[in-house]
């Protein structure tokens, strides 16, 4: 029996965000708030909140996921799983992949959701490499997307400045040796579940119109518990996955994080002794979008040429759960 594990790297990347912007002048409208308060604590300055009734999180999946494989040159044929990240399903059951499976036209793919809030992207692309790193598959699909503004408090000052709606997708195969995936870290504390969650529409907590009337279906969020815990795991998650594939931080050329917040992207970097041109950021247009966060902000990078084949990528994020989760690739494209 063949035991040798494959290379599995990126070869194609999408993203698909709604057109409907929504400024920080906008929520001073509705809520005790202001422009300079929410850009000096979280450097956000807009989002794109999907005001379409009929959008739901499956269709940003398609849009994003045709990017995807337009920019790897493959045909949805092809593809063989498809990996949902998402915390913002349209249905509990039917998964989201299965319905962007439909929609896309892979016939022959297998396809599941993960839920693992802002990490999942992180999640999806390690679950992804381990079927082709053993030759079970040969072209994943993995697409984290979340339409937050669906689960928003909008009367909720503290919450409903942070969170954004949007979809990105990438097409994972094999690569040659020394390319690719060179190491992958997850972790989880489910103590700190209660710091972050959506506390009714489970089965602990059914649908009620008790429940919608306290807006118990909508974000809940300890702020400052969660600032806490996403400085320290993010640099523990990052000096790990070095670690684990014996590089250092020396060795990092780009830093993809995790879009939640200005202050905790600046810790991360100054971590890594990085400049700030090798770091991306896109918060202050998008917000907070959850596990769409880092696969929209890698295919952004991309676009504008910053990363580079032979670049050391380096993901990091932290979510719900609580989990985190970080990823370093040597570029192939």
């Known amino acids: 029996m063949n035991t040798q594990l494959r290379q599995v790297g990126i070869v194609g990347t999408g993203m698909h965000v709604p057109p409907e912007t929504v400024t920080n002048a906008d929520l001073e409208k509705i809520v005790d708030t202001s422009d300079e308060w929410i850009r000096t604590r979280t450097g956000i300055r807009e989002r794109r909140r ?19 494989l337009d920019d790897a040159g493959i045909v949805a044929e092809e593809v063989e799983l498809v990996i949902v990240a998402t915390v913002t399903p349209d249905y509990l059951f039917p998964a989201t992949a299965c319905l962007v499976q439909d929609r896309l036209g892979a016939r022959r793919a297998a396809a599941f959701d993960l839920e693992a809030g802002c990490t999942g992207f992180i999640y999806g ?13 040969d072209t994943v699909l993995v697409i984290g997307a979340d339409m937050l503004s669906r689960v928003t408090n909008w009367e909720d000052r503290s919450t409903c400045v942070l969170f954004g709606d949007g979809a990105g997708a990438v097409v994972l195969r094999p690569v040659p040796e020394g390319y690719g995936v060179l190491s992958m870290v997850l972790g989880s504390d ?6 972050l969650f959506q506390p009714a529409g489970g089965s602990l907590m059914p649908a009620s119109r008790e429940t919608v009337d306290k807006k118990l279906h ?13 400085v320290r795991v993010m640099d523990n998650a990052t000096m790990q996955a070095l670690e684990q594939c014996g590089l250092s931080k020396e060795d990092v050329d780009f830093l993809v994080p995790h879009q939640a917040n200005l202050r905790i992207v600046d810790a991360a ?8 041109d090798k770091v991306c950021v896109n918060l202050d247009r998008y917000g907070n979008m959850s596990s769409a966060s880092i696969p929209v902000a890698l295919h952004e990078t991309l676009k504008e040429g910053r990363i580079h084949k032979g670049d050391v990528v380096l993901l990091v994020a932290f979510g719900t759960g609580l989990t985190w989760g970080a990823g370093v690739l040597k570029w192939w494209k």
């Open 50 to 68: 999907a005001m379409d009734p009929e959008m739901a999180t499956s269709h940003m999946c398609v849009l994003a996921a045709q990017q995807a």
């Open 125 to 137: 692309m390690a679950v992804g490499r381990q079927f082709i790193a053993t030759g079970t598959y």
């Open 190 to 195: 489910g103590g700190g579940g209660k710091h």
């Open 218 to 230: 909508t974000i809940h969020m300890s702020g400052n518990d969660v600032f806490k815990f996403a």
């Open 269 to 276: 970097r100054k971590r890594l002794e990085l400049p700030s």
